[in-house]
């Protein structure tokens, strides 16, 4: 989400936007890590031994079938409302995941 808040502001002198852009990556690449990290652990605790391969197959497919088409979208709001608000509205996306995952008490699924 911080990743795409800073990429959404960078604007200004070159230098200015390139470090929001650097920041944004950086934000970026570090909680696709810890996303990673977190999910495999979570498919492994909560699923059983026998079907662990599928689930996580399954869910690896269809979070990677979504990509198309959220980009196919950043794209028509990029060229119909600009790129920074396009930016903005996956921003947002990201915001609505993050509270999603937390009021479903997910971070205290080791009970």
Do not use: K
């Amino acid at each position: 989400m911080a990743g795409g808040i800073l990429l959404a502001a960078a604007s200004g002198p070159t230098v200015l936007s390139a470090a929001f852009t650097v920041a944004g990556e950086a934000c970026f690449g570090a909680g696709m890590s810890l996303y990673g990290v977190g999910y495999a652990t979570l498919c492994q605790l909560r699923t059983a031994d026998e079907v662990r391969g599928r689930v996580i197959g399954t869910s690896r497919f269809l979070t990677s079938a979504l990509v198309p088409l959220a980009a196919v979208l950043g794209g028509v709001l990029g060229v119909l409302f600009g790129v920074r608000i396009a930016m903005i509205v996956g921003a947002a996306g990201m915001a609505v995941g993050l509270v999603a995952v937390l009021r479903r008490s997910v971070l205290h699924a080791r009970q």
